[in-house]
């Protein structure tokens, strides 16, 4: 885990001290990881036999069964869960749903299979919809013995304060270029690449994994320039699939902004010119990560990169 010190800290004195909060709110930007690190924590706490400062042995029934995703006392809740649960489609699910927090406090409120703690994670908890936040709400009012929830989210601001203010805060920061650039350099890339693509990553070590892999297969994004259709024609490219256009809008947009950000920072385009762009391209992104249509997202991106260009 590496450049989310403070997180590892925080997390630590939970469990050496014992005194591990029914809800945890694990909050920054996305690819930072977040997910890797409430499944490790997960992991530790169901672990059988953790070792020291309570790590997980990472080889007993617990672990294993943790790193398979097989352990029955353990919910990761994201798209997938959500869409087994209803019997819709993955690509459908746009926000966490009432009748699945509901399913979720009912199996968080039944014994334990394995005589431990029972954990639920949810994966993009700013989707959340009303009645959703307000059934999560009277869970974590009134929460059972040794039950956990771990709630990922972009930010605090993105959930109820109602919501927020019962969760101990675990704050996540963008990775540091270099930390990106050595999570690269581990997966094999060249070293001139991982550079690059650090620098352009936002700090995210998922993001830069992704664009890494979207080079390897050949993929390019289409140019802003030229032809008035390209942004529309970029939106219709995106997965049909809405958690994977999501996450590719997202890496679209993310990707704009720090090619903008560093014209200005390397003074190639003055922060008069680019700050309205700058600023747009960022409310587009965190509409993303609420639930926006990544497709309209897109487009509405490329346009303010061809309105800054004109």
């Given at each position: 885990?590496?450049?989310?010190?403070?997180?590892?800290?925080?997390?630590?004195?939970?469990?050496?001290?014992?005194?591990?909060?029914?809800?945890?709110?694990?909050?920054?930007?996305?690819?930072?990881?977040?997910?890797t690190l409430a499944l490790?924590?997960?992991?530790?706490?169901?672990?059988?036999?953790?070792?020291?400062?309570?790590?997980?042995?990472?080889?007993?029934?617990?672990?294993?069964?943790?790193?398979?995703?097989?352990?029955?006392?353990?919910?990761?809740?994201?798209?997938?869960?959500?869409?087994?649960?209803?019997?819709?489609?993955?690509?459908?699910?746009?926000?966490?749903?009432?009748?699945?927090?509901?399913?979720?406090?009912?199996?968080?409120?039944?014994?334990?299979?394995?005589?431990?703690?029972?954990?639920?994670?949810?994966?993009?908890?700013?989707?959340?919809?009303?009645?959703?936040?307000?059934?999560?709400?009277?869970?974590?009012?009134?929460?059972?013995?040794?039950?956990?929830?771990?709630?990922?989210?972009?930010?605090?601001?993105?959930?109820?304060?109602?919501?927020?203010?019962?969760?101990?805060?675990?704050?996540?920061?963008?990775?540091?270029?270099?930390?990106?650039?050595?999570?690269?350099?581990?997966?094999?890339?060249?070293?001139?690449?991982?550079?690059?693509?650090?620098?352009?990553?936002?700090?995210?070590?998922?993001?830069?994994?992704?664009?890494?892999?979207?080079?390897?297969?050949?993929?390019?994004?289409?140019?802003?320039?030229?032809?008035?259709?390209?942004?529309?024609?970029?939106?219709?490219?995106?997965?049909?699939?809405?958690?994977?256009?999501?996450?590719?809008?997202?890496?679209i947009i993310a990707l704009?902004?720090?090619?903008?950000?560093?014209?200005?920072?390397?003074?190639?385009?003055?922060?008069?010119?680019?700050?309205?762009?700058?600023?747009?391209?960022?409310?587009?992104?965190?509409?993303?990560?609420?639930?926006?249509?990544?497709?309209?997202?897109?487009?509405?991106?490329?346009?303010?990169?061809?309105?800054?260009?004109?």
């Amino acid at each position: 885990m590496k450049g989310q010190e403070r997180a590892l800290k925080i997390l630590s004195g939970f469990r050496c001290s014992g005194k591990i909060p029914s809800a945890l709110l694990f909050h920054g930007p996305p690819g930072v990881g977040k997910r890797t690190l409430a499944l490790e924590w997960a992991a530790a706490i169901v672990c059988e036999r953790p070792g020291e400062e309570g790590a997980a042995c990472g080889a007993c029934r617990g672990c294993e069964a943790a790193g398979r995703g097989a352990h029955p006392d353990l919910r990761l809740v994201g798209a997938a869960y959500q869409a087994a649960l209803l019997g819709e489609e993955p690509e459908t699910q746009r926000a966490l749903k009432v009748d699945t927090i509901r399913h979720l406090r009912r199996e968080m409120e039944t014994t334990s299979l394995w005589g431990g703690w029972k954990i639920s994670i949810l994966e993009d908890a700013q989707t959340l919809e009303s009645a959703s936040a307000n059934a999560l709400l009277k869970i974590l009012e009134e929460p059972k013995p040794r039950t956990l929830w771990i709630l990922l989210a972009v930010s605090p601001e993105s959930l109820p304060k109602t919501i927020v203010s019962r969760c101990a805060r675990v704050p996540f920061s963008a990775l540091r270029a270099g930390d990106v650039e050595e999570i690269l350099a581990a997966r094999g890339v060249p070293a001139p690449k991982a550079r690059a693509i650090a620098r352009l990553s936002g700090g995210s070590a998922g993001r830069a994994v992704e664009m890494w892999e979207e080079a390897a297969d050949g993929e390019e994004e289409a140019p802003a320039k030229g032809d008035p259709l390209a942004p529309f024609s970029l939106a219709e490219s995106l997965p049909r699939e809405l958690p994977l256009a999501r996450r590719k809008a997202e890496r679209i947009i993310a990707l704009e902004i720090e090619k903008l950000r560093l014209d200005v920072i390397e003074r190639r385009v003055p922060f008069s010119k680019a700050g309205p762009a700058l600023r747009e391209l960022r409310d587009l992104l965190r509409a993303v990560g609420s639930n926006a249509d990544p497709r309209a997202a897109v487009v509405l991106s490329r346009i303010a990169l061809e309105v800054l260009s004109s």
